[in-house]
C-alpha cells in the first residue's frame, strides 16, 4: 500500500516529491532515493513518517541485526534499505504496481555483500498472505500506512498473520484525523500498543505493537 495526498499539503510542500532523487544518510551511507512522482505519485516519494522511524531505528532502539524484519507498503523503500544496512534480514514489500520501483531504489542503495539480506517482494494486505510463513518475523515496520479506512481490516489482518508472540510492531503516523485514531482503537484489541516516540518537528509518532497474548501470559 502507498499513501494519499492529504488536503492540508500546500503546493510548496510538495515540491520535495517531485525532485527526481531525495539524499540522506543512515548507517554511515548515503542513501539516494529515487523518486518518480508523475508516473507512481505517492507510492514513489519518501514521507515525513519514513524519515523519522529510520531515524528511530539508527538510534538503535531496536535490535536488528540478524533479526528477521519485514517492511509493509515499502513505497520507495527508504526504511527497508535502513534496517538493512544495520544488519537485519529485511523482506520488503508492496503492491505488484509498485515493485520495480521499489526494487531498483534498493539495489541501487545496498552494497554487493548486504544485498543478499534485503528481498522484495509483492504483499497486498489480506491477499496473498500464504506466501509468507505465520509469525516468521521479528520486527514488522510500517511508516504512514494508516490512512485508508477500507484497508484497515485488511492490515490488522496482515499483522495478525505476520506476527508471533515475540514479534514487536513499529508504525510511524502523522494522526491527521479520527479515522489515524480510530485505526489505534482497532490495533488496541489484538496488540499492547504504545507511544514510543514522538519527533515534534515533523509532527510523527511512532507506536509499538505486541500480541496481547504474550503480555497476558506473563
Known sequence: MALVPYEETAAVGLQKFH??????SFA???IQIRQDWRHLGVAAVVWDAA???????EM???????????????????????AALLGAHVTITDRKVALEFLKSN????????????????????????????????????????IYLEETFTDLLQTLEHL???????????????????NFLVLLERQFTVSEVHYDPEKDVHIYEAQKRNQREDL
Not at 19 to 24: G, H, S, V, W
Not at 60 to 82: F, N, P, S, T, W
Not at 163 to 177: F, T
Request: hydrophobic share 45%; aromatic share 6%.
Open 60 to 82: 538503535g532502539a531496536v535490535e536488528l541485526r540478524g533479526h528477521a524484519v519485514v517492511e509493509l507498503g515499502a513505497g520507495a523503500g527508504l526504511v527497508g534499505i535502513v
Open 28 to 30: 554511515n551511507h548515503t
Open 51 to 57: 524519515v523519522v522511524l529510520s531515524t528511530y531505528l
Open 163 to 181: 506476527s508471533s508472540n515475540h514479534s514487536v510492531i513499529l508504525l510511524a503516523c502523522r494522526i491527521r484525523y479520527e479515522r489515524d485514531n
Open 106 to 145: 534498493v539495489e541501487a542503495n545496498l552494497p554487493p555483500h548486504i544485498q543478499p539480506k534485503a528481498v522484495v517482494k509483492e504483499l497486498t494486505w489480506g491477499q496473498n498472505l500464504g506466501s509468507f510463513s505465520p509469525g516468521e518475523f521479528d520486527l514488522i515496520l510500517g511508516a504512514d500506512i
Open 19 to 24: 525532485r527526481p532523487l531525495a539524499t540522506f
